[in-house]
């Protein structure tokens, strides 16, 4: 299947809505049967039919084909956040006495999911560096049954080698869960690689506008029936219709806003190497990067999240350094139209230690590129970089 075909026609049944090009929101939340015997069908397979929106909605079976579709997958489920999607196919796949291996630096709700959740309820965990894969050996237990990937990271971009680790897994007869945030569909093919269920945080490159919060899991039927008949229906973290309506309508224009953010991403990347007032630039393609040669081998391309570690003394000239910038807005989360900024040392004290051997350091500033013009983001980093 052609992308395009995905991203404008996949799952759009126009002839059954007069032709209209653009699909209509079923804000509905109940869809009402005509005799008994087709309620009780309703009723029988819940999974299949349209009977509640807490289970299936048209608007959003469309977005579902999509998703899984561009991430070659057989089913998909979508989320009301990228914290939903992970928390029910984790919780899917676990039960109390189980054993769960994650990579150490994950996405912080996937690390709370885990470390304080779960715990509670008798599910264990082991977080390993992820980029070696005799960790994963290392870290197996007979208990084990689920391995939590996230390739790159969304910090520092640490990457695993997926089918390393899938296949590793296979062996043992243990799930593997991938969060494919970073790459999207369009640059990064888990399943292909052998991983059972891959993760989005919809919120970021595929919505890509900032004005949704969503998540998807996709995986093989089997697995997302039974993610279905679990977590999906128990826990109620649904995407509502017109949500689902406007991540359609971010979708179609998926494949060109990443080719322009990369192209913009390789501009800046070039200026800020060269730039004497950053220490190093954490970017998966950077060929810097120690892993360089996985994320050209396990990739198809690059997006445009990057970390900058600023040569400063002290927290006050990271400050100056993002107060500074007009065209990068200031805030958590990433992937949107619009470039982002996101300094490490807003969330510790003006007073902490640039080094913070706890965490990532304080002089860490995370780049989300949109699509401005190269050259204007570029003259933007380059009067902040002086004001420092
Ligand atoms: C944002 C993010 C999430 C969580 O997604 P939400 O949509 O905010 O719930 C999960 N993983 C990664 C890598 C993220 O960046």
Same mark, same amino acid.
């Given at each position: 299947?052609?992308?395009?075909?995905?991203?404008?026609?996949?799952?759009?049944?126009? *002839?059954?809505?007069? @032709?209209?090009?653009?699909?209509?929101?079923?804000?509905?939340?109940?869809?009402? +049967?005509?005799?008994?015997?087709? +309620?009780?069908?309703?009723?029988?397979?819940?999974?299949?039919?349209?009977?509640?929106?807490?289970?299936?909605?048209?608007?959003?079976?469309?977005?579902?084909?999509?998703?899984?579709?561009?991430?070659?997958?057989?089913?998909?489920?979508?989320?009301?956040?990228?914290?939903?999607?992970?928390?029910?196919?984790? =919780?899917?796949?676990?039960?109390? /006495?189980?054993?769960?291996?994650?990579?150490?630096?994950?996405?912080?709700?996937?690390?709370?999911?885990?470390?304080?959740?779960?715990? &509670?309820?008798?599910?264990?965990?082991?977080?390993?560096?992820?980029?070696?894969?005799?960790?994963?050996? $290392?870290?197996?237990?007979?208990?084990?049954?689920?391995?939590?990937? *996230?390739?790159?990271?969304?910090?520092?971009?640490? =990457?695993?080698?997926?089918?390393?680790?899938?296949?590793?897994?296979?062996?043992? /007869?243990?799930?593997?869960?991938?969060?494919?945030?970073?790459?999207?569909?369009?640059?990064?093919?888990?399943?292909?690689?052998?991983?059972? =269920?891959?993760?989005?945080?919809?919120?970021?490159?595929?919505?890509?506008?900032?004005?949704?919060?969503? /998540?998807?899991?996709?995986?093989? *039927?089997?697995?997302?029936? #039974?993610?279905?008949?679990?977590?999906? =229906?128990?826990?109620?973290?649904?995407?509502?219709?017109?949500?689902?309506?406007?991540?359609?309508?971010?979708?179609?224009?998926?494949?060109?806003?990443?080719? &322009?953010?990369?192209?913009?991403?390789? $501009?800046?990347?070039? +200026?800020?190497?060269?730039?004497?007032?950053?220490?190093?630039?954490?970017?998966?393609?950077?060929?810097?990067?120690?892993?360089?040669?996985?994320?050209?081998?396990?990739?198809? @391309?690059?997006? @445009?999240?990057?970390?900058?570690?600023? &040569?400063? #003394?002290?927290?006050? /000239?990271?400050?100056?350094?993002?107060?500074? !910038?007009?065209?990068?807005?200031?805030?958590?989360?990433?992937?949107?139209?619009?470039?982002?900024?996101?300094?490490?040392?807003?969330?510790?004290?003006?007073?902490?230690?640039?080094?913070?051997?706890?965490?990532?350091?304080?002089?860490?500033?995370?780049?989300?590129?949109? !699509?401005?013009?190269?050259?204007?983001?570029?003259?933007?980093?380059?009067?902040?970089?002086?004001?420092?």
């Amino acid at each position: 299947m052609d992308l395009s075909y995905i991203l404008n026609h996949l799952g759009e049944e126009r *002839e059954t809505y007069r @032709g209209a090009v653009s699909p209509p929101i079923f804000q509905s939340s109940i869809f009402a +049967f005509p005799t008994v015997a087709a +309620f009780r069908e309703g009723f029988r397979d819940e999974f299949k039919r349209t009977t509640y929106t807490r289970g299936n909605n048209p608007t959003v079976e469309i977005l579902r084909k999509k998703v899984a579709a561009l991430e070659g997958a057989e089913d998909c489920l979508m989320f009301g956040s990228g914290a939903g999607a992970i928390a029910a196919g984790v =919780m899917a796949s676990v039960s109390a /006495g189980d054993h769960v291996i994650c990579v150490h630096k994950p996405y912080s709700w996937t690390r709370a999911l885990l470390k304080d959740l779960l715990a &509670r309820f008798g599910v264990t965990h082991t977080f390993i560096d992820g980029t070696d894969i005799a960790n994963f050996e $290392q870290a197996l237990t007979p208990a084990t049954k689920l391995i939590v990937l *996230e390739s790159p990271n969304s910090m520092t971009f640490e =990457m695993q080698d997926l089918a390393a680790v899938a296949q590793l897994a296979r062996a043992k /007869g243990i799930r593997t869960l991938c969060d494919n945030s970073y790459a999207s569909p369009l640059n990064q093919s888990p399943i292909a690689l052998g991983i059972d =269920m891959v993760a989005h945080s919809a919120t970021k490159y595929l919505n890509g506008h900032s004005d949704v919060v969503a /998540g998807a899991l996709c995986a093989s *039927e089997k697995i997302i029936r #039974d993610v279905f008949r679990g977590p999906y =229906m128990t826990c109620g973290a649904i995407l509502a219709p017109h949500d689902a309506w406007l991540m359609i309508r971010g979708l179609r224009t998926l494949p060109i806003r990443l080719q &322009r953010i990369a192209e913009t991403a390789r $501009q800046v990347l070039a +200026f800020l190497e060269a730039s004497g007032k950053v220490d190093k630039v954490y970017y998966p393609h950077a060929i810097s990067n120690p892993q360089f040669a996985l994320a050209q081998a396990q990739m198809h @391309g690059a997006s @445009g999240l990057l970390t900058i570690q600023l &040569r400063v #003394d002290d927290v006050a /000239g990271v400050e100056r350094f993002c107060n500074a !910038l007009k065209r990068f807005l200031m805030t958590v989360s990433w992937g949107g139209y619009e470039s982002l900024m996101f300094p490490v040392c807003a969330v510790y004290s003006a007073h902490a230690p640039v080094a913070n051997p706890g965490g990532s350091p304080l002089s860490f500033v995370r780049l989300s590129i949109g !699509l401005e013009e190269p050259e204007v983001l570029i003259a933007d980093l380059e009067q902040a970089l002086a004001a420092i």
